[in-house]
């Protein structure tokens, strides 16, 4: 099984509201990213955790907060957040980050912010 | 800073035909190089990965060849058809990072 499930599928929210997104895996993969995609342009990193912890972060706005409960879980906080921050959020995962393993993405969530 | 370019950005060619995609890197030092596929408003498929030390790999009518000296990559598609219409993005994974090119628009016509 090679799936990454990711809920919600569609997120409509307000500025002022706060709200999660939801990844899981059960490949036993150890490494696990967050991406953002705009329109008709290619996925752009936001964090990466190695082994639960956070080992990358891309200069990404605080209003996003990402979490790792356990090796199969990650969640992205949102909070405060801008319109143009309304995107397709892509989860991911990877047998461990450094290497050259498959990295299988998720079907992603669309978010709208109003 | 590792930049990747596709080229075309868009083709549309009629059905059977065969083609290729085209992917370049400007660094050399990577650890893949993966091809994804992506539909409207849906996540990335995974298609293939050769590793730094391949030269090709082969999945069905999908062939993706690597040359890390010149930094370019080739995804093959023989006797195209509809169903392979979408969006086909190369990506090179650095010792972190997976770093994506623009992506390929495909349209196969009936």
């Known amino acids: 099984d090679t799936e990454v499930t990711q809920t919600p599928k569609h997120l409509v929210m307000g500025m002022t509201n706060k709200k999660s997104l939801k990844c899981e895996q059960h490949?036993?993969?150890?490494?696990m990213y967050w991406y953002k995609q705009k329109a008709k342009k290619p996925p752009e990193l936001m964090f990466v955790?190695?082994?639960?912890?956070?080992?990358i972060n891309e200069s990404v706005p605080s209003r996003f907060s990402p979490e790792c409960p356990n090796s199969s879980l990650l969640n992205l906080h949102l909070h405060a957040l801008q319109p143009e921050d309304s995107a397709l959020y892509l989860c991911a995962s990877s047998q461990d980050p450094s290497g050259g393993n498959t990295i299988y993405f998720g079907e992603g969530s669309w978010l709208t912010v109003v | 800073k590792q930049e990747v370019t596709q080229i075309p950005a868009a083709l549309s060619v009629p059905e059977g035909e065969n083609l290729v995609l085209n992917c370049s890197f400007t660094d050399s030092a990577i650890y893949n190089l993966q091809w994804f596929r992506q539909d409207p408003g849906k996540g990335l498929t995974s298609l293939l990965l050769i590793q730094s030390s391949q030269r090709e790999q082969t999945s069905g009518r999908l062939n993706a060849s690597l040359d890390k000296s010149s930094g370019r990559s080739t995804l093959y598609i023989a006797a195209s058809q509809p169903g392979d219409s979408a969006t086909y993005l190369c990506a090179v994974k650095g010792a972190q990072k997976l770093v994506f090119g623009q992506g390929t628009r495909l349209t196969i016509n009936p």
């Open positions: 955790y190695s082994y639960e912890k956070l080992s």
């Open positions: 490949m036993g993969h150890r490494a």
